[in-house]
């Protein structure tokens, strides 16, 4: 075997080589990332669970010529991998055993990636920071006082932090794209209904998607050659063709206008963000794009929109856990509805709570027009930004998040300033449209670095190019080369 | 839009079958009436010109092939099952 020190911090695209030609096996890259993992996580805290002992058995038997041959891949707790637990970072669903594989997780196993390990989040991916774990903080990888972002924070955090080749997770108004901004790697939300969630514990269903965080852009793709696909099992999958998305992979952007939205350049957002962003601008130009300001002139509605319809729907959503079928239950109940308020009470955090209550009261008799019919048309002005943007410009391009990572506990305690961080990822939720984070800088913070990223959002099924857009930037830049010390 | 302070978290904890502390009743109140306070914002969009858009991609009565497939047998039905017996999920006495 070759390289065994520096093997984790292969991305996945070196990591295949090194199998197909024979330099690694299986075996040993598991071997090695467990030793890392050993090392490195009691720092990070990025993992909930894991199990190797099925993964070297899969590792025994793959074929390294698979498209995703033999490479190990970090999944988020909120996605089925049968026989492991599938918690949600919570307390509910703390001793539950994922009874099937999602589609996402079969679909990576077809193409011979092996799941080994479960990646802490928010709760339900109810949160920004992951510290609404019910079991731990992951910390920052570029500075551990401070979070990796979230709901994806686990998963983020791994792949920085060389504890895994790639992860998947999940984003319902921005949780891979954040996280991927804060740790600095490359975080990819498809498009609404591109990537199935059969097997995905709901959140937001008319916003949920899954996605890959990775190093770079090219394994972004290799993934999403993997995850992409209509699946009947997920009535709101798309049935579109999956062109291979490495394929436009180091073409120029000679030709492609790319739309700054002015709204998204306005007062709040960190300096040191606005300057890496408006640097990454002039690269984009100078790589062929041609720059137009756009308008989205709903963006300021976004974030109040999504609290609305996520809550609302999350209140529906999450009224399954009620202590019956699986999950906690609570002891000695007076009767049926005594069961399900003290299971609930016992089970659920203190976020996922706020939430489903904001959501049962939107929904509620009374207030369902003033509040959750309201939102949905909102979101159909906000749909029609995008429509109205794409018709002129082929991508958009915005900083992800308007401040690099924060302290831990610095939000906690105010949960409107944390939804205030999603303000520029939410809206591509909201429009079923697809999105990139990847880095594009840092912030002089102290003694410390923090990685700033930018996003790239493109229009429904539009990923390859996107992707086409994202690695020409990343390509011209060394921001993806430099590596956390931990 | 409706004023924020008719949120009763009590009232809508229990709708939502969740016991809260008297602590959390006190807090949530407060926070929530926040947020309540931030969404507001949504009164001065101009709504009159759209539908609600219930998905970011309208579809349809999607439908499949209705043919038999695998399936969980009982034992993988009920293996998280928090308390089970002779192939059911035991519950709290429901009828007196």
């Given amino acids: ?486 | 839009m409706s004023d924020s302070a008719d949120l009763d978290v009590g009232y809508v904890a229990k709708l939502a079958r969740l016991q809260l502390s008297d602590e959390e009743t006190v807090l949530f109140q407060k926070q929530l009436g926040q947020v309540l306070k931030y969404v507001d914002k949504l009164r001065a969009a101009d709504v009159s010109q759209v539908d609600a858009a219930t998905h970011a991609v309208p579809m349809f009565n999607v439908f499949r092939e209705d043919e038999p497939r695998a399936c969980f047998t009982a034992e993988e039905a009920l293996h998280n099952a928090p308390r089970q017996r002779d192939h059911l999920f035991i519950v709290p006495k429901v009828v007196e």
């Fill in chain 1, 1 to 486: 075997m070759t390289g065994a020190a520096d093997l984790p911090a292969r991305n996945i695209a070196d990591l295949q080589s090194l199998l197909r030609q024979g330099r690694i096996s299986p075996r040993e890259v598991l071997e090695v990332l467990r030793d890392r993992i050993a090392s490195i996580d009691p720092t990070i805290e990025a993992y909930l669970s894991l199990d190797y002992e099925a993964a070297l058995k899969e590792a025994q038997e793959v074929d390294v010529e698979l498209p995703l041959g033999g490479v190990p891949i970090a999944i988020k707790d909120i996605i089925n991998v049968a026989g492991q637990p599938c918690t949600c970072a919570s307390r509910i669903l703390a001793s539950y055993q994922a009874p099937y594989d999602a589609t996402v997780v079969r679909k990576l196993r077809a193409a011979g990636a092996i799941p080994y390990g479960k990646t802490n989040m928010d709760e339900f991916a109810m949160g920004s920071s992951t510290e609404n774990s019910s079991v731990k903080s992951t910390r920052n990888p570029w500075d551990t006082s401070r979070v990796p972002g979230g709901s994806s924070g686990g998963s983020a955090a791994a792949v920085a932090a060389d504890e895994a080749f790639g992860a998947l997770g999940t984003d319902t108004g921005g949780s891979i794209r954040q996280p991927a901004a804060f740790s600095g790697v490359v975080g990819f939300k498809p498009s609404y209904g591109r990537v199935s969630r059969f097997g995905v514990v709901a959140f937001a269903s008319s916003l949920d998607q899954v996605g890959p965080l990775t190093q770079t852009v090219r394994d972004s793709a290799l993934l999403m050659n993997a995850l992409a696909g209509h699946d009947p099992q997920d009535s709101t999958s798309l049935q579109a063709d999956v062109p291979d998305y490495t394929a436009g992979l180091g073409r120029d952007l000679r030709g492609l206008r790319i739309g700054l939205p002015k709204e998204y350049f306005v007062e709040g957002i960190d300096q040191s963000v606005k300057s890496a962003v408006e640097a990454a601008v002039k690269q984009l130009e100078s790589l062929g794009g041609e720059i137009v300001e756009v308008s989205l002139p709903h963006t300021d509605y976004a974030v109040a929109t999504y609290y609305i319809v996520a809550t609302a729907e999350a209140s529906a959503n999450l009224a399954r856990f009620d202590g019956v079928r699986y999950g906690h239950r609570a002891e000695n109940a007076r009767d049926l509805l005594d069961h399900y308020a003290r299971t609930r009470a016992e089970g659920f955090g203190a976020e996922v709570k706020r939430r489903i209550i904001l959501g049962t009261y939107v929904l509620s008799s009374g207030y369902y027009d003033a509040y959750y019919l309201r939102a949905q048309k909102v979101r159909e002005l906000i749909r029609q930004d995008f429509a109205q943007a794409f018709s002129r410009v082929d991508v958009l391009v915005s900083p992800t998040s308007p401040t690099p990572a924060f302290k831990l506990g610095e939000h906690s305690s105010d949960p409107l300033q944390m939804y205030l961080a999603d303000i520029f990822t939410i809206a591509a939720n909201l429009a079923g449209i697809c999105g990139i984070s990847v880095p594009c800088g840092f912030a002089e913070v102290g003694d410390r670095r923090l990685p700033i990223g930018l996003q790239i959002l493109g229009k429904s099924l539009d990923e390859a190019l996107l992707l086409q857009v994202a690695h020409a930037y990343e390509q011209s830049t060394d921001w993806h080369k430099i590596r956390p010390v931990v």
